[in-house]
């Protein structure tokens, strides 16, 4: 689908997020969250400044979306990006329900500023044993001993 | 690798962390974040308590030790979780630096009890134009010109 007048305005203020953010100790990303045309959130990347691994913009902008509207769901909203989000901020827009990304730079490009965002998408490509990341399970029956008690559980909320 | 006697112990808490956060309003997820033989933190699952998507027990268990550490640097650090990571956690993971994550039921048993974690998986393994959620793009020129501001920016810190 093509960029419209109004995907346009947001997509900017995205990256004019991202811009401002370098001078504020921030990471060179911006996000919008908007509902029905609203601007709900607006967030850059605080990784290093707030001592915070997962402060990546689109989920800095979800939280502050979520928080705002009172709701995890996010089904009725859009995201714009300053740039293609990494697997982490992808598996954040499944989880919130939104179900369209506008964005502007690409994957490619963080990389090519030292940014691991391609790296990561390779990693959770390969099988488990191929990853760089070790990865060891054990204790399964007690593990899946927490989703029968989950599934007797009444008051559960799906989500 | 084998677990041994401590993996048991910091995965068992991972569990009961899980099995506790059932009755407190939380989804069936724990995790503990470990550096050195030493519990930095534990978390369960909170999307639905605290309204937020990215509140999963992996992301707010590495939040909370990049909190109490003062660094988004966790290399130091080994995860333990209830259950293996959906693809926003072990992006987290990844971002995080931590080289080991050791887990106990798997995301076909989530799935199971209605997680979306292997649905989520299945998107990114996808060409960008085969996912459920719409991905358009533009402005890429503006979009990289954040990177050009970046990469001119004596004050940057690479992570």
Chains 1, 2 share one sequence.
Request: glycine share 8%.
């Amino acid at each position: 689908m093509k960029l419209n007048s109004e995907d346009r305005k947001f997509l900017t203020l995205a990256i004019e997020t991202a811009t401002n953010n370098i001078k504020d100790r921030g990471g060179p990303f911006g996000a919008v969250v908007v509902s029905q045309g609203r601007i709900i959130s607006h967030a850059g990347n605080r990784v290093v400044a707030d001592h915070d691994p997962t402060a990546h913009a689109e989920v800095e902008a979800i939280r502050m979306a979520s928080a705002a509207m009172g709701t995890h769901d996010l089904s009725s909203c859009v995201i714009y990006s300053s740039c293609e989000p990494c697997p982490m901020c992808l598996g954040a827009i499944y989880w919130a329900g939104i179900k369209r990304i506008v964005y502007a730079s690409d994957r490619y490009q963080a990389a090519a500023s030292g940014f691991n965002d391609e790296m990561i998408y390779m990693e959770l490509a390969l099988e488990r044993e191929k990853r760089s990341l070790t990865m060891d399970h054990g204790m399964k029956d007690e593990g899946d001993g927490v989703f029968r008690q989950w599934n007797d559980f009444p008051g559960k909320v799906l989500y």
